[in-house]
């Protein structure tokens, strides 16, 4: 099992800048994929980024494409994802989840895993 716990959401203001975190513990051996997907209330929950473990390949959705930036730390455990100029319609809860897969889907359906979200809201 793993276990993910994402933080850093809070409330900020059109233009500011965001760094999100997920620790993983538990069974974290392993070259699995890492994402983060969010959902806006009334909303699927949407594939936001996700990134390979060794870091070298990356996907974004095209409306965070040149804002957001994925990264991890398989030392620590820890996915972050950086998220500079942010807009109201990226107000939404934040969930990190892990595949069992090296390879990148956009699907939730491929991620075993999921943390319990943070909450992000920017406000105009």
């Known amino acids: 099992q793993v276990q993910l716990a994402e933080s850093g959401g809070r409330l900020v203001q059109a233009g500011d800048s965001l760094r999100l975190s997920c620790a993983a513990s538990?069974?974290?051996?392993?070259?699995?994929?890492m994402a983060w997907f969010r959902q806006s209330p009334g909303k699927e929950r949407e594939f936001v980024s996700a990134i390979t473990w060794s870091g070298g390949n990356t996907h974004y959705r095209d409306s965070v494409k040149g804002r957001f930036t994925i990264s991890r730390d398989n030392v620590n455990n820890t996915l972050y994802l950086q998220m500079n100029s942010l807009q109201p319609e990226d107000t939404a809860v934040y969930y990190c989840a892990r595949s069992l897969s090296a390879v990148i889907y956009s699907d939730s359906a491929r991620y075993r895993y999921w943390g319990r979200g943070t909450q992000v809201t920017v406000s105009s």
């Open positions: 538990g069974r974290t051996a392993g070259r699995d994929v």
